[in-house]
C-alpha cells in the first residue's frame, strides 16, 4: 500500500530558507526507502511577503 502525506513548508526568514530545502531532501529520502510519498506546499511568509500597513 502507497502512503501519501501533503506537507506545506514555511521557510520564513534567516536560517529557515538554508534549513527547509535540506530537511525536504532527508524526509524525502527516507519516504522513498520506506514507500511514503510527500507532496510539498511551499508557504510564502517572512517579513518580505507581509502586507504593508493600512493607512
Same mark, same amino acid.
Given at each position: 500500500? @502507497?502512503?501519501? /502525506?501533503? $506537507? #506545506?513548508? $514555511? &521557510?520564513? @526568514?534567516? $536560517?529557515?530558507?538554508?534549513?527547509? *530545502? #535540506?530537511?525536504?531532501?532527508?524526509?524525502?529520502? #527516507?519516504?522513498?526507502?520506506?514507500? $511514503?510519498?510527500?507532496? !510539498?506546499?511551499?508557504?510564502? !511568509?517572512?517579513?518580505? /511577503?507581509? &502586507?504593508? *500597513? #493600512?493607512?
Amino acid at each position: 500500500m @502507497d502512503t501519501r /502525506y501533503r $506537507i #506545506a513548508t $514555511i &521557510p520564513g @526568514d534567516g $536560517i529557515g530558507n538554508e534549513v527547509v *530545502p #535540506a530537511a525536504v531532501d532527508v524526509l524525502e529520502r #527516507a519516504g522513498s526507502h520506506f514507500g $511514503i510519498r510527500l507532496e !510539498w506546499t511551499e508557504l510564502e !511568509w517572512s517579513c518580505e /511577503y507581509s &502586507p504593508a *500597513p #493600512a493607512g
